[in-house]
């Protein structure tokens, strides 16, 4: 069965600093998705980025990366120049298979980062 | 990409009542996800609902609790039936949106008293 696994429940990181945020996963199946939100104190889920099982690069999206190293089963989040906005809940979460409409979302259990001044 | 309407955003419900929480999608989806978020936790998929057939439910969550409607393409609900303060929770719906992974609406806050 596919799991997600991150285990830093709390992070901190000054201002204009990078930060990382840790996620691993799990799945039998050859074809998945990686996806990483964002759930800011109000409640919505804001997606940040996205990396395919079989893309040969790692996505970056702005100032989000995601390092994704297959053989180790890791997505990590890499935010560069950390800005106070960027304080919030973020998720790392996983689809099995290739992309259709069908497929279910599993999350993991969420860091909560906090950008200090 | 879709765009999710959610409502409502938030209600105070007596236990042993019932809510139903509505999403519109602004596009014809195929599957609309429904997940719980408990307080500091993360989402839990409850089902995913098919226009036209029968919910499937994740295990622990059952039909006769969290009955779903999905009437057409582009609308679904769900109802937390029979309410007790275990309920207070963040309820989301979801579609996949192939172009941006999967948008969720804005969320619904229950707090059962």
């Known amino acids: 069965a596919q799991k997600i696994t991150q285990t830093q429940p709390g992070m901190f990181v000054q201002e204009k600093e990078a930060v990382t945020l840790d996620c691993t996963y799990d799945?039998?199946?050859?074809?998945?998705?990686l996806f990483w939100y964002k759930q800011p104190s109000s409640g919505e889920m804001i997606f940040l980025i996205y990396q395919g099982s079989y893309d040969q690069q790692n996505a970056t999206e702005g100032r989000y990366s995601l390092n994704f190293q297959k053989a180790r089963k890791s997505a990590n989040l890499v935010i560069s120049a950390s800005q106070l906005g960027d304080s919030a809940m973020y998720f790392c979460?996983?689809?099995?298979?290739?992309?259709?409409?069908?497929?279910?979302?599993?999350f993991g259990t969420g860091t909560l980062l906090a950008v200090q001044p | 990409s879709a765009v999710i309407s959610q409502k409502p955003s938030r209600d105070i419900c007596q236990r042993g009542t019932s809510l139903t929480i509505q999403c519109q999608v602004d596009?014809?989806?195929?599957?609309m996800f429904w997940y719980r978020q408990q307080p500091g936790q993360s989402l839990t998929l409850i089902a995913t609902?098919?226009?036209?057939?029968?919910?499937?439910?994740e295990s622990g969550f059952v039909i006769d609790k969290f009955p779903i409607s999905r009437p057409n393409l582009t609308f679904s609900t769900l109802t937390v039936s029979n309410m007790s303060p275990e309920d207070s929770s963040i309820y989301l719906c979801s579609v996949a949106d192939r172009a941006l992974g999967y948008t969720f609406g804005s969320g619904t806050r229950l707090t059962v008293v």
């Open positions: 609902a098919n226009q036209g057939s029968e919910a499937t439910y």
């Open positions: 596009s014809q989806v195929t599957m």
């Open positions: 799945t039998s199946d050859p074809s998945y998705g």
């Open positions: 979460a996983m689809r099995e298979g290739n992309g259709g409409a069908t497929n279910k979302l599993i």
